[in-house]
């Protein structure tokens, strides 16, 4: 129980750090096409969700395959020192929680980086 416990705050902590609000800063002095940022920042973003993933369900995996890898090491770990089950809850909320926020750091760095990349290719001056 202590595991699920875990596991369910480790998803909760990264789960929430989606990068739906995030938005590039344009500079649109000198842009040809300053009328068309609204209309193309409202596009990109949808195309960035979509090649990137949904940070949610990215985050999700990471949890599961971490927590699946703590299992495991920290059963060897438990073992070593007399108590395997206990080794095992700890390794899976450690590298569940890990996991989680590897998986969701990369899904919000893959969707910023697609973002920009959509406005550039649009003509748009992106400063961050």
Same mark, same amino acid.
Not at 70 to 84: E, H
Not at 119 to 123: A, D, K, L, V, Y
């Given at each position: 129980m202590k595991l699920i416990t875990l596991l369910l705050v480790c998803f909760g902590l990264f789960s929430c750090a989606t990068y739906s609000d995030w938005k590039p800063t344009v500079d649109s002095y000198k842009d040809p096409? !300053? *009328?068309? +940022?609204?209309? *193309? &920042?409202?596009?990109?973003?949808?195309?960035s969700y979509q !090649? /990137? $993933?949904d940070g949610t369900e990215e985050t999700v995996k990471g949890v599961v395959v971490g927590g699946l890898i703590?299992?495991?090491?920290?059963?060897?770990? $438990?073992? +070593? /020192?007399? *108590? !395997?089950g206990t080794g095992a809850a700890l390794g899976a909320a450690l590298g569940g929680f890990g996991g989680g926020a590897k998986q969701g750091f990369e899904a *919000? /760095?893959?969707y910023k980086k697609i973002f920009i990349k959509c &406005?550039?290719?649009? $003509?748009h001056n992106v400063l961050n």
């Open positions: 096409y !300053a *009328d068309r +940022i609204p209309q *193309d &920042m409202a596009e990109c973003k949808q195309l !090649a /990137s $993933g703590g299992v495991a090491g920290g059963a060897v770990l $438990g073992t +070593i /020192s007399g *108590d !395997a *919000d /760095s893959t &406005m550039h290719n649009r $003509g």
